[in-house]
């Protein structure tokens, strides 16, 4: 049934869809990180099409097929994830038109073949969401360690619980991993400990990390696309207007006309394009970084 999802020993063109891939995924960036994290619509429509032509281009029946269907299955599971203020519009096709332009990657640039059961854009995820977390680790650690010396932190018992009990879920890990009959790298342990050390920073510092990134902006100057701080406006105002995280045109109208003058804005969330394009020329140049761990 799904025998057109099996990995092709050779993806046609790959050269090319490496090429037309970082250099689109670069200009996407370049207009995340210097136009104020909006990239025009004309560029990442372009991305789509290029995506699917390569494949017109370098024609491969199971090749074709396996494009669309990551490209499709990619967008429809980032799509909720922008709609919900957790991603931006561009990101969501950046990711599928990768997806579609280079469904594996049978070989990257400076290594050894790898047989990888999963499609590339997976691979790209992982050095990608290790890059987000080192950078924001770096970012708020500072922010964070100057709050707790001035006392202006206080953390609670349902603020420790959930930390203490992934605490506890990593030292029952590394302990199950110690009974096994084979030794694991040291570099696969110490991912594993960079996440849960982070995980727990997250989720112990959570509400701080998040009004940090937080504004109260003009409803005349709020923007499409513009991210709300729902938990921090009164829960009658966003029930009788229907409010949602992502702010549109009818977003701004209700407050309007609800003669609401400002509205806390996410406007320090990070770009994350810059993020995608490190772990794209990761993967391209050394291939999964999860094959190097097992």
């Known amino acids: 049934m799904f025998e057109f999802l099996a990995f092709p020993d050779t993806v046609p063109g790959i050269d090319a869809r490496i090429a037309v891939v970082v ?5 996407a960036t370049y207009f995340d990180v210097f136009n104020k994290r909006w990239v025009p619509n004309w560029l990442v429509y372009a991305f789509a099409v290029f995506a699917v032509a390569l494949n017109v281009v370098f024609f491969s029946e199971q090749v074709f097929f396996q494009s669309l269907f990551f490209g499709a299955a990619i967008f429809m599971l980032a799509y909720p994830l922008y709609k919900l203020g ?12 990768i997806a579609a332009a280079i469904p594996y990657l049978p070989k990257p640039l400076l290594a050894q073949s790898q047989s990888v059961p999963y499609p590339f854009i997976f691979s790209v995820l992982v050095p990608t969401g290790l890059a987000f977390i080192l950078h924001m680790a770096l970012r708020f650690i500072p922010y964070i360690s100057q709050r707790v010396a001035k006392r202006q932190i206080k953390l609670g018992t349902a603020q420790l619980a ?14 199950s991993l110690s009974q096994l009959p084979m030794v694991l790298p040291l570099s696969y342990l110490a991912i594993i400990s960079f996440l849960t050390v982070s995980l727990v920073f997250f989720s112990l510092f959570k509400s701080e990390i998040k009004a940090s990134m937080v504004e109260q902006v003009l409803v005349r100057d709020l923007q499409e696309e513009d991210v709300l701080a729902l938990e921090r406006m009164k829960p ?14 009818r977003t701004i109208i209700a407050l309007s006309d609800a003669k609401v003058k400002s509205a806390p804005v996410y406007t320090g969330m990070p770009a994350f394009l810059p993020y995608l394009l490190i772990g ?15």
Not at 236 to 249: A, C, E, N, S
Request: aromatic share 18%.
């Open 23 to 27: 250099a689109f995924t670069a200009a």
């Open 86 to 97: 957790q991603l931006g519009g561009a990101d969501v096709y950046v990711f599928a038109s």
């Open 162 to 175: 959930g930390p203490l009990i992934v605490f506890a879920a990593f030292v029952f890990f590394i302990h």
């Open 236 to 249: 009658g105002l966003v029930r009788k207007l229907k409010l949602q995280p992502l702010i549109d045109k």
């Open 280 to 294: 794209l020329v990761f993967t391209v140049l050394f291939g999964d970084l999860l094959y190097y761990m097992l």
